[in-house]
């Protein structure tokens, strides 16, 4: 009973979270993906969508807080950049934006995301 039923009640909060994010419903996700996050603070996945919720809310200081700490646990983690590149720019952290869309770019030469928005730098 130790590891398992754990990551499975994880995972389980996790898909609930995602969904209300998709959903629009930042006040309920938020709180959940914080407890998955504070529970399990190496879940990237978790880490992701909770910078995202973030972000939709408003709380862009705290969506960029997150997505910093993602970088630094995944720094390869190609969508976490861009869309930390993205929040730095509607901040306008233009320096910040254009290094993050410069790095996937390094990485993933071909990404759509990227290539859309270091145009802009």
Do not use: W
């Not at 389980?12 to 529970?39: C, H, K, M, W």
């Not at 869309?83 to 306008?92: F, I, P």
């Amino acid at each position: 009973m130790g590891a398992e039923p754990a990551r499975e009640e994880i995972a389980a909060r996790f898909s609930r979270a995602v969904a209300l994010r998709v959903n629009g419903q930042y006040d309920e996700a938020i709180p959940e993906l914080q407890s998955i996050v504070e529970t399990a603070p190496e879940h990237v996945e978790a880490r992701q969508e909770l910078a995202l919720a973030l972000c939709y809310s408003g709380l862009f200081d705290e969506s960029v807080v997150e997505f910093e700490r993602l970088r630094e646990m995944a720094p390869d983690c190609l969508p976490a950049r861009n869309n930390l590149g993205l929040t730095y720019a509607m901040l306008g952290m233009n320096d910040e934006a254009k290094a993050e869309f410069e790095y996937v770019l390094s990485k993933d030469p071909e990404n759509e995301v990227a290539k859309k928005n270091i145009v802009y730098f």
